[in-house]
């Protein structure tokens, strides 16, 4: 039983234009969500966070939406270079140990 | 420079035999976890320890093993008992269990069958 899920497995953009990267979750008790991005071979770093309270949070290119009553995250990055090209884990946490999503493997193009 | 070694980077196993992936951080961080992922899928915690002298089993514990002795160290013992052991292992740490605060994660033990 998926908790938290990334139902796209790719996704390819253009350089300089918007990435959206989606993930919705089904326990009602997650209050507090995080991206990580990953590079081959190495382990995920943190990317943004947001939590419950808020349905916005920006960092530099990077914009994490929430949308409570849909159960729908989303991350922006606006805009997109080649170095965004990585794998991109949602993950969330309701006072559990952190659940990840399988991941979207974003693919700028130049 | 604070950060979450992880070692070896590759590692093969043979059939039968137990092999320990090691996870050490200079971060000063309470919590730490293992996870491992396999290709197309996320992340599964495997244990996850609060506090030295304190573990916990998570998603996938079975046919795993861990200690924690000492706060900057978190090893994880793969036995025999694990059937499919191939996979990308991750090791991370956070300042305390729960924390709003991320967690920071190492490179990565890719562990092999022979």
């Known amino acids: 039983d998926q908790q938290v899920k990334q139902n796209s497995p790719s996704l390819s953009v253009q350089e300089g234009r918007i990435s959206i990267l989606n993930c919705d979750y089904t326990?009602?008790?997650?209050?507090?969500f995080l991206w990580y991005k990953k590079y081959p071979a190495e382990g995920p770093t943190f990317l943004i966070s947001?939590?419950?309270?808020?349905d916005k949070n920006e960092d530099g290119r990077f914009t994490v939406f929430l949308n409570k009553s849909a159960k729908h995250l989303s991350l922006h990055i606006v805009p997109s270079q080649p170095g965004d090209s990585a794998v991109y884990f949602c993950?969330?946490?309701?006072?559990?140990?952190?659940?990840f999503g399988k991941g979207t493997r974003l693919s700028v193009i130049a | 420079d604070g950060g979450i070694t992880q070692s070896p980077k590759y590692l093969f196993r043979k059939e039968g035999q137990n092999v320990t992936l090691s996870c050490e951080q200079n971060?000063?961080?309470?919590?730490m976890y293992w996870y491992r992922q396999d290709p197309g899928q996320g992340l599964r915690l495997i244990y996850y320890?609060?506090?030295?002298?304190?573990?916990q089993k998570g998603d996938i514990a079975e046919g795993y093993s861990v200690s924690r002795e000492k706060k900057e160290s978190f090893p994880l013992t793969v036995t025999s008992a694990q059937k499919n052991p191939t996979a990308f292992y991750l090791c991370?740490?956070?300042?305390?269990?729960?924390?709003?605060?991320?967690?920071?994660f190492g490179d990565g033990t890719r562990l092999s069958i022979l």
């Open positions: 991370a740490s956070s300042t305390r269990h729960l924390t709003l605060q991320p967690q920071h």
């Open positions: 326990n009602s008790m997650f209050d507090y």
């Open positions: 947001i939590s419950s309270i808020k």
């Open positions: 993950a969330a946490t309701g006072n559990t140990p952190l659940v």
């Open positions: 971060l000063n961080h309470d919590a």
């Open positions: 320890s609060q506090i030295v002298n304190d573990f």
